[in-house]
């Protein structure tokens, strides 16, 4: 309907999650001209393009975009000088003034390439001063050993320089979403948003003009195997049940150990199965296939979905393994009883093409539903947990000193984040300031070295930079780190930069010139990131950790480096987190060892830590009666004690059954060369009962290690580098006692560390709590492939811990935050807060942003922080008249 639509461009959509498939968006017209200006420079979409949870492009080119883009920079694509010229008017509505680039073929006819549009499409004539100079993987990427990066066969490398396109055919990683590198957080960065606008508004034009006519279309056809691809599939499959058969058979014979060993062999040869099937469909497919062509741009799909499609659907997993068992010994009664054949057990050998058989599409539609009902499952949960953190987190923001405080001025940070850099503006990967790669890669495009420049030797190079570093007045202006990661750079720029020859020669192959530029850009941008007074961090941090957790799954994953220790992950790790949950579901402590290269020395810490019981090292607890006594012999086993590196012998394990709370004293108990005897004391009605109590309790008496841990797991540390061809061990203990276990020889107790945030508290105090906090929230999302700008998880670590204690981000801990009436009445429990507060008289004086949206009066952030000092002249002032003191009679 006229004048009843809202339009806008579709790479908007995104930050909407907005499709067009019947969406309704709701409008909010602002009623003042303060309010129009304030949503005119808050809301605009050119003001957010990126996101403030980690600087991320959240508005760039999408589906079709991209696919125009992919297909009109591919090789061997020519124009002559007609087509050319229409496809530039196309970006511009032909209104634009255009300077045609140097054709790249001259005779016998003028062409164009490709490559050719988008730097017109940058900088369209000699009056737009924009200079792009990026480097960028794509998906299709291939690295070879024989020639340089530029070079690749596939066209996956992505060279920008000076806003010309030298290689590579773009797709999602340059122009896409969800990427720092790209083309447009670069135009953001080194330019402004309305640079990244225009261009975007350009490509879109350009895109549904050339894609309307060139013609795109995606049919069945594009996914009907040929009969060689079919042949070639048939025979993998077949390989594949063949192996699993196999493995089924050495099962039977009883040489596999345990049934979950059978399934992990079983798992991984079906999981073979589709990546062979699947890597056959994406070489067998020819590459006008528009399926194909929409994968490897990023626009749609992935080559998962192109090979189920295609050649094999593949394995459906129920809760991580294979379908369970819905009948007695059965998945479907379509199957024989205790079969483990891979068509029993949820694999769909057939394609999408070709149909799914009855038992197929039964397990397709239980892996289907499984993800259905983990997202209606996690829905209130992390809403609810996105709530809380915005009523722990609403009233905080950055004032004109610098410092993070509340609304009733408690400070929580001296300086946001350490540095006071504003998380949208980071250009960093892991949340740094500036990506120094990219900005030396424009000086050297922009500032290439003269005739007049003079390089400088690897020795000069240090020296000039400190130089720099004085002249620009950094110690000022930049924080000791970032001087540091600077230093750092510069110093391995001398490396880097020169070739063998320039290193005979001239030094580094860095010019004064280039050295001046580059610390000169760095400081300047430095110092434009730091984050404006009155930004509402507080709500911002909430939404940034809130908003990924939607899209989490609430499984364990294995713990990193060892696949049989399972960890709690996803949505109910952030609760536990949040909640400071005491008991944790699965507390691991990270143990350094001190000599991490000897496994013997490993294997003795963990044999101290390990909790061992008398019936895992005893041979044999018997009961022993004859006319005149009557005891419970105990027998060791040396070899296994000796084996485990276990301290234990017969009189230490007679103290730890002392210790418990078996009622037997020290004449009760006589040791043996290689065990005990144990004679109870008490009636001979009863010491038959007596002793054979004794033979059931005692095999669960600790008698070495810390009890509440339950295993201790050696593994190879990947982390850090191998020393002499070895690898670095370090133990994960399964358990809780932190303290425990650091005093335990043979351990590094500096280096060893808990994902117990209480017992970290305690234990090690509450900077190692917040640290602890940082590490857990990042490592959580880190599994989960998001990231998020740990300024946020620092600001959420401190306000859970400024206290002095770790207060949760619930009920009972927000109680503690000194947070008003009003607020905590909106939060839970209304009426007692309510209630309470009158009967003691409380005072709220109306300063967070919950109280003031109550009362209707503006809140004190953003725009409302600011306040107005008027000067009063002395002759406005009322006259006060001073008569004598009143007597009191």
Excluded at 626 to 639: G, P
Excluded at 851 to 867: D, N, S
Aim: with cysteine.
């Amino acid at each position: 309907m006229p004048w009843r639509t809202l339009r806008f461009n579709e790479s908007v959509c995104n930050p909407y999650n907005a499709d067009f498939d019947g969406d309704e968006m709701n409008m909010h017209v602002p009623q003042t001209e303060e309010a129009r200006t304030e949503a005119i420079t808050l809301m605009g979409v050119q003001n957010n393009l990126c996101t403030p949870k980690n600087g991320e492009m959240l508005v760039a080119s999408t589906q079709d975009f991209l696919t125009t883009s992919y297909l009109i920079t591919r090789k061997d694509t020519f124009y002559d000088r007609a087509a050319f010229s229409l496809i530039c008017s196309y970006m511009g509505d032909a209104m634009d003034s255009i300077d045609l680039p140097t054709p790249t073929i001259l005779k016998p006819i003028e062409l164009w390439t490709g490559k050719q549009v988008f730097n017109v499409l940058l900088r369209p004539n000699a009056s737009v001063r924009v200079y792009v100079t990026l480097n960028v993987k794509e998906k299709n990427f291939k690295k070879s050993e024989h020639y340089d990066e530029t070079m690749c066969t596939n066209d996956g490398w992505v060279y920008f320089r000076n806003s010309e396109l030298i290689t590579g055919q773009l797709g999602k990683a340059t122009l896409g979403n969800g990427s720092k590198d790209g083309l447009y957080s670069i135009l953001l960065r080194d330019y402004n948003s309305h640079a990244a606008a225009v261009c975007m508004n350009r490509l879109a034009k350009l895109s549904a003009r050339w894609i309307g006519i060139h013609g795109f279309s995606i049919g069945i056809d594009d996914v009907q195997p040929g009969e060689k691809l079919k042949k070639e599939r048939k025979e993998i499959v077949d390989k594949g049940y063949k192996a699993c058969d196999d493995l089924i058979k050495i099962y039977e014979k009883g040489s596999l150990n345990a049934a979950k060993t059978l399934e992990n062999e079983l798992t991984s040869a079906l999981n073979k199965i589709r990546e062979e099937t699947g890597k056959l469909c994406m070489e067998g497919l020819h590459w006008r296939n528009s399926p194909l062509i929409m994968s490897q741009c990023g626009s749609k799909g992935s080559p998962i979905n192109i090979s189920q499609m295609v050649t094999c659907v593949g394995q459906q997993t129920v809760n991580g393994s294979r379908a369970p068992d819905g009948f007695i010994d059965r998945s479907l009664p379509h199957f024989p009883r205790m079969s483990r054949a891979p068509e029993a057990k949820g694999f769909v050998a057939h394609s999408f093409y070709d149909g799914l058989s009855a038992t197929e599409f039964f397990f397709h539609t239980m892996g289907g539903r499984e993800g259905l009902v983990d997202t209606a499952v996690k829905t209130a949960s992390t809403g609810y947990m996105s709530r809380r953190l915005m009523k722990a987190l609403e009233d905080l923001l950055v004032h004109y000193d610098h410092t993070v405080r509340n609304a009733s001025g408690c400070i929580l940070q001296f300086t946001y984040g350490d540095d006071g850099m504003d998380p949208a503006l980071m250009e960093g990967k892991d949340g740094t300031p500036l990506n120094f790669d990219r900005l030396f890669l424009k000086v050297q495009a922009t500032c290439p070295p003269r005739s007049h420049h003079t390089y400088l030797s690897t020795e000069e190079l240090p020296q000039r930079f400190e130089e720099e570093l004085v002249r620009q007045d950094t110690s000022r202006v930049c924080t000791d780190a970032f001087v540091k990661s600077l230093r750092g750079f510069v110093c391995k720029l001398g490396v880097k930069s020169a070739s063998p020859s320039q290193i005979f020669s001239k030094g580094s192959g860095v010019t004064d010139k280039q050295l001046e530029v580059f610390v000169k850009i760095c400081v300047s941008r430095y110092r434009g990131k730091t984050i404006e007074p009155g930004t509402a961090i507080g709500p911002i941090g909430a939404q940034s950790i809130g908003e990924p957790g939607t899209q989490m799954t609430l499984k364990t994953f294995h713990f990193a480096g060892v696949a049989s220790m399972n960890i709690t992950q996803g949505v109910p790790r952030i609760n536990e987190i949040i909640n400071a949950t005491k008991t944790i579901s699965t507390p691991v402590i990270s143990a350094e060892l001190e000599n991490p290269l000897v496994e013997a020395s490993a294997r003795m810490a963990k044999g101290r830590i390990e909790k061992t019981t008398l019936g895992q090292v005893a041979e044999s607890i018997e009961v022993l009666m004859t006319s005149t006594s009557a005891s419970v012999r105990i027998t060791l086993d040396k070899k296994i004690i000796e084996e485990a590196f276990l301290s234990i012998s017969p009189w230490s394990v007679k103290n730890a059954i002392l210790k418990t709370r078996i009622k037997l004293q020290d004449e009760n108990i006589r040791v043996l060369d290689s065990g005990l005897d144990i004679i109870p004391k008490g009636d001979s009605d009863t010491t038959h009962f007596t002793l054979h109590n004794l033979k059931n309790v005692l095999p669960n008496v600790i008698v070495n290690g810390i009890k509440t841990v339950e295993r201790v797991v050696i593994a190879q540390d990947d982390k850090n580098k191998e020393v002499d061809g070895k690898k670095r061990l370090k133990m994960f203990v399964e358990g809780t006692n932190l303290l425990a276990v650091m005093g335990t020889p043979g351990v590094d107790g500096r280096t060893t560390t808990s994902n117990n945030i209480v017992e970290v508290s305690k234990t090690l105090g509450i900077e190692a709590a917040r640290t602890t906090i940082i590490d857990e929230i990042g490592s959580v999302m880190g599994n989960h492939g998001m990231s998020i700008d740990i300024r946020h998880m620092m600001l959420l670590a401190d306000v859970m811990t400024y206290r002095g204690e770790v207060l949760g981000i619930q009920r009972t801990g927000i109680q503690k935050m000194d947070k008003s009436v009003l607020m905590q009445a909106s939060f839970e429990r209304t009426g007692d807060h309510l209630f309470s507060a009158a009967i003691s008289g409380k005072v709220d004086n109306i300063e967070g942003v919950t109280e003031c949206v109550i009362m209707g009066i503006p809140m004190k952030l953003g725009t409302g922080i600011l306040k107005v000092l008027q000067k009063t002249r002395t002759e406005d002032l009322p006259k006060l008249n001073y008569g004598a003191d009143p007597i009191i009679s």
